[in-house]
């Protein structure tokens, strides 16, 4: 079992900045791929970003591909998103996710993920 909280959401304005956390604990972290998705209202969970375990590549979704950086601390069990340029559009429930994915390609997929944690709200105002 890895049990997975997410912080960092809040209100923020078009065009600023905010860094969501994802902190881990029980099964060992670093065995873990660690993924971003989010969830707007009346919408399916969709990608944001990923990251592999030993944190030597990362993935984004093309609508946040030079705007968000994903990245990891194993030493620390934590994994982050830093948000910048952020537009209404980016507005969302955040949710971290915990799987052994072993094809790269399928790190876009949700399904893919066993362990998830229980979100956190983003408002991007305009």
């Known amino acids: 079992q890895v049990q997975l909280v997410e912080s960092g959401g809040t209100l923020v304005q078009a065009g600023g900045s905010l860094r969501l956390s994802c902190e881990a604990s029980?099964?060992?972290?670093?065995?873990?791929?660690m993924g971003w998705f989010r969830q707007a209202p009346g919408k399916e969970r969709e990608f944001v970003a990923a990251i592999t375990r030993s944190a030597d590549r990362t993935y984004y979704a093309d609508s946040v591909k030079g705007r968000f950086t994903i990245s990891r601390d194993n030493a620390k069990n934590a994994l982050y998103l830093q948000m910048n340029s952020l537009k209404p559009e980016d507005t969302a429930v955040y949710y971290c996710?915990?799987?052994?994915?072993?094809?790269?390609?399928?790190?876009?997929?949700?399904?893919?993920?066993?362990?998830w944690g229980q979100g956190t709200q983003v408002t991007v105002s305009s």
């Open positions: 996710g915990a799987g052994k994915v072993f094809f790269t390609s399928r790190l876009r997929v949700p399904e893919n993920y066993a362990y």
């Open positions: 029980g099964r060992t972290f670093s065995e873990y791929d």
